[in-house]
């Protein structure tokens, strides 16, 4: 079993950032590939950025390439997501997740999810 808290949402102005942060409570965290997704009022929840179990491969949502950096550090159990040059849009419910599969920009490949940690970025 793995449990995730993601924590470091907030109210943020265009233009500023935030870094989110994932903590897992498991002894094998470095065994998972570990994703970033959201999901905005009134809309589906999507793919936003993925980091191998290694830290070796990312992937990003086109929505947040050169905006957003994800990160982990195995020997703290903790992914993290830094988000830059904030845009109204990118107001939503951020949720960590962990998978062992290959897919890791598909939501439906990853077992364990956080509670989720709300951002919302003002115009």
């Known amino acids: 079993q793995v449990q995730l808290v993601e924590s470091g949402g907030g109210l943020v102005q265009a233009g500023g950032s935030l870094r989110l942060s994932c903590a897992a409570s498991?002894?094998?965290?470095?065994?998972?590939?570990m994703g970033w997704f959201r999901q905005a009022p009134g809309k589906e929840r999507e793919f936003v950025a993925a980091?191998?179990?290694?830290?070796?491969?990312?992937h990003y949502a086109d929505s947040v390439k050169g905006r957003f950096t994800i990160s982990r550090d195995n020997a703290k159990n903790t992914v993290y997501l830094q988000m830059s040059s904030l845009k109204p849009e990118d107001t939503a419910v951020y949720y960590c997740?962990?998978?062992?599969?290959?897919?890791?920009?598909?939501?439906?490949?990853?077992?364990?999810w956080g509670q989720g940690t709300q951002v919302t970025v003002s115009s």
């Open positions: 498991v002894r094998t965290f470095s065994y998972y590939a």
């Open positions: 997740a962990a998978t062992y599969s290959d897919y890791i920009e598909e939501q439906n490949e990853y077992r364990y």
């Open positions: 980091i191998t179990w290694s830290g070796g491969n990312t």
